[in-house]
């Protein structure tokens, strides 16, 4: 009970104080969008230590996995990707992931994106289809793979057709 009362009793922090004749904001200082921006700031940065790893290959920081996912997914040689998902499931969230790392100008190179959305009860299994422009066909039940796995399978193929193309020219 006493403390409850002195805590009370104390007045709110504000989160400003004064240096000199300039006031600046304290690091955190009960202000959450301080947090977010400095997470941002921080998954930023360590994007960019990836971009610097891949120019200088003799550096020895690891860089996370979620970054180099989006820089290097190939996708110039799918000619459509098909996916079947329940939204509200959480077996669906490989395949919207997927969508998520196709890029925006991808129906304008040629890719065929075609987006299924099942009902909210429905039982049927979420499934990514994607066709090559050699004519293979990957078909993923996205029940029993990550995005991580979804990923690197596509692009596994991608890089063949990449290297067929490379020796090609």
């Known amino acids: 009970m006493l403390a409850e009362s002195k805590r009370e009793r104390k007045a709110p922090r504000s989160g400003i104080f004064s240096v000199g004749n300039h006031p600046t904001r ?41 970054c180099a996912l989006v820089a290097r997914m190939i996708t110039k040689f799918m000619t459509e990707v098909s996916a079947k998902f329940n939204p509200f499931s959480a077996c669906a969230k490989p395949a919207r992931l997927f969508l998520t790392f196709l890029p925006p100008n991808a129906r304008s190179a040629g890719t065929a994106i075609n987006t299924t959305l099942l009902p909210r009860n429905s039982t049927e299994p979420s499934s990514v289809k994607v066709k090559f422009k050699d004519g293979k066909e990957m078909s993923f039940n996205c029940d029993k793979i990550n995005i991580k796995g979804l990923v690197e399978e596509v692009d596994r193929h991608s890089r063949q057709l990449q290297k067929a193309a490379d020796l090609s020219d």
Request: a neutral charge.
């Open 26 to 66: 304290t690091a955190g200082a009960r202000d959450p969008s301080f947090r977010l921006d400095r997470h941002v700031a921080d998954i930023q940065k360590l994007c960019d230590d990836d971009q610097s790893q891949q120019n200088h290959a003799n550096r020895s920081i690891a860089a996370p996995a979620r």
